[in-house]
Each structure stands twice: as structure tokens, then as C-alpha cells.
């Protein structure tokens, strides 16, 4: 099929991009590379051994999006495109409502238009708010403190109102749990600018000594350890997640969670990097991290039961492929 990737040229977006290819679609990347660069374009060329074809636009832009309808005959659209620093969409929230959500729609439209029915949304776990673990696709939503987690609530219901409508319209909404690690050539992964926010490059950049020490965000939740328990899934599994949704597309909307269905805490986490990388990572506890939840991981049932799919790579894996790309590729990126 030829696949429209929204976002392609990101972090979950290029090692999709990978797997679509490696399972021999056709892929169309349109990025406006606002968060990352066209080199990630050349790394996936140089994995995959195959073509790609690339559009510098904005996914907002209703004419730019029609165009590559018009050039191209696409049969699916899997969109990535969006803003996602949770505390930056506090601060600038209509950026992200118009972001996220306009470019939704732009693709909605065009699906429309162009009579494309298949479409693969990046959800997120964060989506269920504070709900009892672990996170279930049939529970009622709760709200989620924060713009960023709107645009996808609210992005799930569009998508799922226009199925409604449009009986031949199916949509997946991958919920996502917590994407971590990288391809294991060590030529694309998660390149965040700046300090991180996130806990596995935060941990990687300590390693590195390029960060002091980690700061572990509370160790009084009520859990194993005392931190926070989340369920990290490596970024390869992520993506070959979405080529089983996009095989099994089905008639309306459905939501799949993509977690490995087991939680690890901050503490475990740190652990298995240091016996993975033989490294050590300093730390020390600090305060808890307003808005955090003490722990969150999937019921993966669904995903495996409708789409046969399950994640197959370990907290082990994540750390080592994690390591290997913040040592490997962003030496080079970083010394030009
Ligand atoms: P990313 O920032 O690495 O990739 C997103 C890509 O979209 C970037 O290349 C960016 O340049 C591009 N983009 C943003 N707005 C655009 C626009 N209007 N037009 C064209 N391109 C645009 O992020 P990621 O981690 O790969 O996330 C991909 C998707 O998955 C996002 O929608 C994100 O919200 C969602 N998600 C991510 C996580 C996570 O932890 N990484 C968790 C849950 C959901
Ligand atoms: N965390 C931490 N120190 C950091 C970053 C994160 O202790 O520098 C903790 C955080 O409190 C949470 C877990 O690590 O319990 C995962 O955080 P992350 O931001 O990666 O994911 P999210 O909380 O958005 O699920």
C-alpha cells in the first residue's frame, strides 16, 4: 500500500517508517520537521534499503495536503504530526489545540475527499487520566490536566464521530504507553532538544556525563519501591505495532493500548540500564514532579487478540538500544 506517514521524520514516526517499508508498503513522509531534521529520512533509506518519498509541509496546510492526495494514490494515512511537551502546552495551549487537533481534521478531509478509509492515530495512554491500573481500552476516559492530553482526547473523538458517519471509515487509535529505546543500528532514535523531560533520555545523557546526576521524582507513591511505576515499550515494538493495525483495519473506530502490560519503576529502570551498559548512573531523590501519576501500565490484551500483536523486547533491550544511540549517532550529529 502506499502510506502516508504524518510525522514521519520523528522519533515513533521513522522507526514506523522502517517497518512499513521492511513489510514492503510504499511510504509518503510529510513533516514540516518543526522536531526533527531530514537526516532521520537518510537513516531510514540506509536501514530499510528502500525509497521514500518526502514533503517539507505542515499537515495543517489544507492545500499542501491535497497536493500530495493529488500526486499520490494513498491508501493510508498513519499521523504522527503533533506537539507533545506536555508542560509547553500548558504554557501555549492554542498552539497545540491548532496543531494537533487542525491537523486531524486537514487529514480527515482529505481522506475524505480522495476516498481513503484507512487511518492509524497516535493516541496516548495519558488519555485515561488517573484511572485504577491497569489501563483498560473500555474505561471512561478521565481528564488529563493538561492541553497536550486534550488534543488527543479530542482527536479520538472526531476521528470516531466521522467513522460513525462514514461506515467504510476505519480508524485505529493506538494508545501508547511509554516509547523508549531505538533502532538496534543505532542510527535513529530519540533525539529530545535541550534537557530532557522524559525519565530514559534523561538517564542516557547521565550516563553520558552530560547531565550530573538523575533526580528521581519522589520515592513515597505507593508502589514496589516508592516511585513512579510506568510501562515502558520499546520503539521497534511501537512500530510494528502499527503495521498490525494497519493489516487488520476493521469498519469503524477502535482503540488498541500499545504497553507491554508490565510496569517498572524509576529505581528498576536505572537498574536494568546499569546492568545492561555495565554503566552507573547517579542519582538523587527529589521532590515528586507535580501532575505525575504514581503508576500506569496497559491491559495489552486487545492489541494481541485483534491484531496479534505483542510487544517482544524487554526493559533489557530498551536500555541497551537506548545507550547504543545516544552513544553511537548522536556522537556524530553532535561533533558537526
Ligand atoms: P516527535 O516530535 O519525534 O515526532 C513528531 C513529528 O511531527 C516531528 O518530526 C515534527 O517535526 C512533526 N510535526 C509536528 N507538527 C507538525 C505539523 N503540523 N506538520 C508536519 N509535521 C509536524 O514525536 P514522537 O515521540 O515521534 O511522537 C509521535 C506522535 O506520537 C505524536 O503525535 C505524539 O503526541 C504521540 N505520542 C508520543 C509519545 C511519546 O512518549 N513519544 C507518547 C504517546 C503519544
Ligand atoms: N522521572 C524521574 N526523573 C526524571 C524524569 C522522569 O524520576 O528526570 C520519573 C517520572 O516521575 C515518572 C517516570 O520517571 O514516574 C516516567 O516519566 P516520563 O516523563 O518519562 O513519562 P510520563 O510521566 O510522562 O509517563
Partial sequence: MNILVTGGAGYIGSHTCV??????????????????????????????????????IDVTNESAVDDIFTNHNIDGVIHFAG??????????PLTYYYNNIVSTMVLAKACKKYHVNRFVFSSSATVYGDNTVPFVETMNLLPTTNPYGETKAMSERILTDIAKANPEFSVALL????PVGAHESGLIGEAPNGIPNNLMPYVTQVAKGKLEKLRVFGNDYPTMDGTGVRDYIHVVDLAEGHV??????????????????????????????????????????????PGDIASFYADASKAKRELGWTAKRDIIAMCRDAWRFEKKYKDLVESK
Wanted: avoid cysteine; proline fraction near 1%.
Fill in 19 to 56: 517497518a512499513l517499508l521492511k513489510a514492503g508498503h510504499k511510504v509518503i513522509v510529510a513533516d514540516n520537521l518543526y522536531n526533527s531534521t531530514n537526516q532521520a529520512l537518510d537513516k531510514i533509506k540506509q536501514i530499510s534499503k528502500e525509497e521514500l518519498t518526502f514533503y517539507q
Fill in 175 to 178: 494508545r501508547y504507553f511509554n
Fill in 83 to 92: 506537539l507533545k511537551a506536555v508542560g509547553q502546552s500548558i504554557e501555549i
Fill in 244 to 289: 498490525a493495525a494497519l493489516d487488520n483495519l476493521k469498519e469503524g473506530a477502535h482503540v488498541y493500548n500499545l504497553g507491554t502490560g508490565k510496569g517498572t519503576s524509576v529505581l528498576e529502570l536505572v537498574k536494568a540500564f546499569e546492568k545492561a551498559n555495565g554503566i552507573e548512573v547517579p542519582y538523587e531523590i527529589a521532590d515528586r514532579r
